[in-house]
């Protein structure tokens, strides 16, 4: 499901509450349900990207739900999908959702849409032990500009609202480099879509798109354009990447037990092994480099 058509589901959503109400029942207070259901929504999930990176966007969430199962005597759900809107309409979710690991500002916007209570418990770093992530500002290779100030005047194809990476934090970038505004702003749903735009648009064109940092090695990796043909003229501060939420259907006991098993990820290589990440789960950051619980 594109972001367009997303952001229009989960409109229509928004403004059904009964229909929220009945797909996501209020749990009685102090109970939860028998088992629980974790939706991944994380781009980096082996079933949410491609193979084309050896050893990167393959994460195997399944095993997480083995290993969560297992340490609360549980039966845990893993479903997949790129949005938890398209997640209810596929009818993944006829139970309702207890946690959700993905993007951190996607989760946030659907949930708020959704009229879904989350909580943030953990963020996941990646193999280089940052749990944040950047959006990083590029021109074709050819083009003159070599810093953020030089891009006064060109078309600049921003990421949708809810990646805050691609959207936000590329606005105050630009807004800290006497970059004007434009009063329209145009955005591309994915990162492909924007690099594709500014290549297929010529030389005589002067435009900049912002991808997520994450993408950037998949761009390449999948084809979608050839090594060399972007150039990076400015990176953002960093936003919250991958975070794990509980959803207001589990109890406060078992979100903080929930809690304690993702901080304690460390101490399991296989499994830090096989999502990809170098410290597992760390406590919740807004930039820099992530710490394991102390």
Do not use: W
């Not at 939706?39 to 969560?68: N, T």
């Not at 946690?99 to 989760?107: A, D, E, H, P």
């Not at 060399?228 to 109890?251: H, Q, Y």
Request: charged share 25%; net charge neutral; proline share 6%.
């Amino acid at each position: 499901m594109t972001s367009i058509n997303r952001r229009v589901a989960l409109t229509v959503l928004a403004s059904s509450p009964l229909v929220i109400s009945r797909f996501l029942p209020a749990a009685e207070p102090g109970t939860s349900a028998p088992d629980l259901t974790l939706l991944v929504m994380d781009p980096l999930a082996k079933e949410l990207s491609c193979p084309c990176v050896k050893g990167y966007a393959q994460r195997e969430y399944d095993e997480l739900g083995k290993h969560l199962a297992a340490k609360l005597n549980r039966s845990v759900k893993v479903v997949y999908s790129e949005t938890m809107v398209g997640a209810i309409k596929s009818g993944k979710l006829p139970e309702g959702v207890d946690l959700i690991i993905g993007k951190r500002s996607v989760v946030e916007s659907d949930a708020r849409l959704s009229q879904v209570e989350i909580t943030p418990l953990a963020s996941l770093s990646g193999k280089d032990g940052i749990a944040t992530q950047l959006g990083l500002v590029v021109v074709p290779a050819k083009d003159p500009a070599k810093s953020i100030a030089d891009l006064k005047g060109y078309q600049i194809y921003f990421g949708p609202e809810d990646c805050d990476e691609k959207h936000k934090a590329a606005l105050d970038l630009l807004k800290q480099n006497g970059v004007a505004l434009p009063s329209k702003l145009e955005t591309c749903a994915a990162c492909s879509e924007g690099a594709t735009k500014i290549l297929e648009l010529g030389p005589d064109v002067r435009a900049a798109t912002v991808i997520s940092s994450y993408a950037a090695p998949l761009l390449e990796g999948c084809g979608t354009i050839q090594k060399g043909d972007l150039r990076v003229v400015g990176k953002t501060a960093p936003v919250p990447f991958i975070t794990a939420f509980a959803t207001d259907r589990v109890n406060k006991q078992d979100t903080a037990a929930i809690q304690t098993i993702l901080l304690d990820l460390i101490e399991s290589p296989k499994l830090c092994g096989a999502l990809e990440t170098r410290l597992g789960f760390v406590e919740l950051a807004s930039a820099g480099e992530a710490t394991k619980k102390k």
